[in-house]
């Protein structure tokens, strides 16, 4: 009986209960070029908590889309050391972030940063020549390990990705992750929200469909019961929509 209770009061520090109007902490957004994954993302300044955000901008993707004054942009593709400048910045976040929301967009460019980085720090084998296997392992941990620096901190994270199209076992196309390495099979599965956009004209005016559970050979992960596919998504309608479920429930 001692024990249990010296146990009970050690994870009672850890405990917490389900909270009926819980948030994301991580999303995902994917896409083609032009897919909206950029002005999606931007509308997170629009969130009644959001007092101001941070965008890590990787390749000017803010360039004409972001215009809210709430938004502190860094261009970190401007950098001399661009990958260092990333890590330091995400690093940082462990000693805590005034902002409320945090940005990297795109996510697989800054693997390509990773890559590099990690390629010309390879160690060397006795053949002389670079061990591969080392490289692609440390893109896979810096990926994940930047997944959940944005998942642990304060701030809402929005990791943004391009698309490719993958021909599966049975010959269909199927939409994936522009991620390398292993981390294109383990990154999806930290995020709470992974959500793929497609921009379409219907009947003579553009709008963009977010997806965020299909069966038509897309990767989604949808926790918080939104809707299969909507039209022209912001994150507050995606919020109400949140708030409106957990009142429903209760």
Same mark, same amino acid.
């Given at each position: 009986?001692?024990?249990?209770?010296?146990?009970? !009061?050690?994870?009672?520090?850890?405990?917490?209960?389900?909270?009926? @109007?819980?948030?994301?902490?991580?999303?995902?957004?994917?896409?083609?070029?032009?897919?909206?994954?950029?002005? @999606?993302?931007?509308? !997170?300044?629009?969130?009644?908590?959001?007092?101001?955000?941070?965008?890590?901008?990787?390749? +000017?993707?803010?360039?004409?889309?972001?215009?809210?004054?709430?938004?502190?942009?860094?261009?970190?593709?401007?950098?001399?050391?661009?990958?260092?400048?990333?890590?330091?910045?995400?690093? $940082? %976040?462990?000693? $805590?972030?005034?902002? /409320?929301?945090?940005?990297?967009?795109?996510?697989?460019?800054?693997? $390509?940063?990773?890559?590099?980085?990690?390629?010309?720090?390879?160690?060397?084998?006795?053949?002389?020549?670079?061990?591969?296997?080392?490289?692609? !392992?440390?893109?896979?941990?810096?990926?994940?390990?930047?997944?959940?620096?944005?998942?642990?901190?304060?701030?809402?994270?929005?990791?943004?990705?391009? /698309?490719?199209?993958?021909?599966?076992?049975?010959?269909?196309?199927?939409?994936? %992750?522009?991620?390398?390495?292993? !981390?294109?099979?383990?990154?999806? +599965?930290?995020?709470?929200?992974?959500?793929?956009?497609?921009?379409?004209?219907?009947?003579?005016?553009?709008?963009?469909?977010?997806?965020?559970?299909?069966?038509?050979?897309?990767?989604?992960?949808?926790?918080?019961?939104?809707?299969?596919?909507?039209?022209?998504?912001? @994150?507050?309608?995606?919020?109400?929509?949140?708030?409106?479920?957990?009142?429903?429930?209760?």
């Amino acid at each position: 009986m001692t024990d249990e209770f010296a146990i009970d !009061a050690t994870l009672a520090k850890y405990v917490t209960k389900p909270e009926p @109007l819980a948030k994301p902490e991580l999303m995902l957004f994917y896409s083609q070029p032009g897919g909206g994954k950029t002005h @999606l993302a931007g509308t !997170a300044i629009e969130l009644p908590e959001v007092r101001k955000g941070l965008y890590l901008d990787t390749e +000017g993707s803010t360039v004409g889309v972001i215009a809210d004054q709430r938004w502190d942009i860094i261009r970190v593709d401007k950098h001399e050391n661009p990958f260092g400048f990333l890590h330091s910045i995400l690093e $940082g %976040l462990e000693k $805590g972030t005034s902002y /409320d929301v945090i940005v990297i967009d795109t996510f697989d460019v800054a693997q $390509g940063w990773a890559e590099a980085h990690f390629d010309e720090n390879s160690p060397v084998g006795r053949s002389g020549e670079k061990d591969c296997y080392w490289k692609w !392992a440390k893109v896979k941990e810096w990926s994940i390990w930047a997944a959940r620096m944005l998942k642990t901190s304060s701030a809402l994270g929005i990791i943004v990705v391009h /698309d490719e199209e993958v021909k599966s076992a049975t010959g269909s196309m199927t939409k994936r %992750l522009s991620l390398l390495g292993k !981390a294109k099979d383990i990154l999806p +599965g930290i995020p709470d929200v992974v959500v793929y956009l497609e921009r379409k004209t219907v009947e003579g005016e553009e709008h963009t469909f977010t997806y965020f559970a299909t069966s038509d050979n897309k990767v989604t992960k949808n926790r918080f019961g939104f809707p299969p596919k909507v039209t022209d998504a912001t @994150l507050p309608k995606l919020w109400d929509f949140i708030d409106d479920k957990a009142k429903e429930n209760n």
